[in-house]
């Protein structure tokens, strides 16, 4: 499994690897070394991938940015990361009977192509072109079924010029062709259709009519028990105390004036009397070094380094992040009014759905975040009991789904027709030999 993603895109590999794990498979996930220690914890192999992800993570996704930016940004992290990576990534895959992609596109495809196996494409957001949903990293505006489609076709368009210019060299010193630029996914290795993994439950991304038959919705990937954690008697002494706080996490998130935010969201709890926890993430909102000693003693946020989600989000009572897949599914799948600060990248998209089935208030930009909009937010979100409600009764949907399961399922089924696939390709019949009458 190959992912350059955050900690929200590497948890549900994680929960994959493990049920194909039970299965009697040899899992190895490749990701950035701040992973490494839940992946090993899983008890999965670990290949760690070069680079730092805290600046990559921080570059490409900022506060105020466009898809143009989104793009420019993108090219200037592939500059110097396409080639160690391209050598790490082809290690990390030696001897694999099968690659698990994310975000990789045409880098994965041509890996797969080179050792001659099958690939998977893993998705946490719309990415195959639909009528009824904006491509996630675009702007997420109303403007009607064709404006939907476009944004698709823009963005392979981008997208698929990128891969060219940096895997065009690469493909022919291995002896491939380059992969033609296009206006859709091109899901094909030689004679192999790519089957694609959408970890996105049908409870809020309903399955597009436009989408080909290779093409899973495998429900949300998420633990199927509370993940065991003894917390500290000062931690357990706030999370007992009624009413219940919220939770305001921005995970991997490290743009942006991060203790601004912090300011931010210490004036507004004051306002309304709420208190809160705060997992300090990847260092970027709560940084230790940026927190002055009067949020350290402040009443209403107890600011922590590590709490499981599945844990933490049932003694809690709403949710405040970021928008990223993985902990917009984890909120809802405990069954708790959303509310989201959407930075850059597919988080406008899940704020939008989160808005959009009326479990939370409106999206507040990063960038446009301050004291009185983000205080009227969180009344809304407490206060509002159908917010609570719409969530509680999508959240009994969500605890049906298993969805490494299923994409358990898909991969084993998928590997083995590859293989007959191969056998068949491989085996020739032997030219008869015509007969001499004369």
Not at 36 to 43: E, F, N, T
Not at 157 to 180: I, S
Not at 184 to 209: E, F, K, M, N
Request: glycine share 8%; charged share 20%; aromatic share 10%.
């Amino acid at each position: 499994m190959l992912s350059i993603g955050t900690t929200g895109d590497v948890i549900p590999m994680i929960l994959i690897g493990q049920e194909l794990q039970r299965r009697g498979h040899v899992v190895r996930i490749a990701a950035f070394e701040p992973l490494g220690k839940a992946i090993c914890g899983a008890g999965l192999e670990f290949y760690c991938l070069p680079g730092d992800a805290y600046k990559y993570i921080g570059t490409l996704i900022q506060p105020g940015g466009s898809p143009v930016t989104f793009v420019y940004r993108l090219t200037q992290s592939l500059k110097a990361l396409i080639k160690p990576l391209t050598r790490s990534l082809m290690e990390a895959s030696q001897g694999a009977d099968a690659l698990v992609l994310t975000y990789f596109g045409s880098m994965g495809y041509s890996i797969a192509e080179k050792f001659g196996i099958p690939c998977f494409q893993l998705h946490y957001y719309p990415m195959d072109i639909s009528s009824d949903v904006p491509q996630a990293i675009m702007p997420q505006l109303r403007l009607g079924r064709a404006y939907n489609r476009l944004t698709y076709s823009l963005t392979y368009l981008t997208v698929g010029g990128l891969e060219y210019h940096y895997l065009h060299r690469w493909r022919k010193l291995n002896g491939m062709r380059a992969r033609r630029i296009r206006t859709h996914p091109d899901y094909t290795v030689g004679q192999w259709q790519i089957p694609v993994l959408y970890a996105i439950s049908r409870q809020l991304v309903p399955r597009s009519l436009d989408w080909p038959h290779n093409i899973n919705m495998i429900g949300f990937i998420q633990p199927k028990e509370p993940a065991a954690f003894e917390p500290s008697p000062s931690l357990s002494s706030f999370l007992n105390q009624e009413p219940k706080p919220i939770y305001i996490g921005f995970g991997s998130m490290t743009s942006g004036d991060m203790a601004a935010a912090l300011e931010v969201t210490i004036e507004s709890l004051k306002r309304l009397g709420m208190r809160a926890v705060m997992i300090k993430g990847w260092g970027g909102a709560a940084q230790d070094s940026k927190i002055s000693e009067r949020l350290r003693k402040s009443e209403q946020l107890f600011l922590v380094d590590f709490v499981p989600h599945s844990w933490l989000f049932q003694r809690v009572s709403a949710v405040v992040h970021h928008g990223g897949a993985g902990t917009t599914a984890a909120g809802l799948y405990a069954g708790l009014p959303t509310l989201v600060i959407p930075f850059g990248a597919d988080q406008p998209f899940w704020g939008e759905q989160v808005y959009r089935h009326n479990v939370g208030p409106k999206p507040i930009p990063r960038d446009k975040l301050d004291v009185d909009r983000l205080t009227q937010a969180l009344y809304q979100l407490v206060h509002n009991p159908i917010y609570r409600e719409n969530a509680q009764y999508i959240a009994k949907h969500l605890r049906i789904e298993d969805g490494a399961s299923e994409a358990s399922d898909v991969i084993e089924r998928e590997c083995a027709a590859f293989s007959r696939t191969m056998t068949k390709v491989q085996v020739k019949r032997p030219r008869r030999r015509k007969r001499n009458n004369a």
